[in-house]
């Protein structure tokens, strides 16, 4: 689901990572990743926290184009 979620990045994410910050904005569920993400632009970093197999470390991803448009929320 990370594929439709968020739009690709330099590789740093990996199926399975939970994100659970982004530049210290707490990410509450997949309509609050998708909002804090929208608000950013092609190439803009990102510094998150995440959850990789039961361990927390922060990331610096650099954003990339969407795979696929999201799905506008109603």
Known sequence: RMDRLIPR?????????LVLEIDGALVAGEAELERLLARRRPGEPARLLIRRRGEFMHETVRLHAWRSAPEPRR
């Open 9 to 17: 990045t330099d590789g740093q994410l990996r199926p399975g990572d």
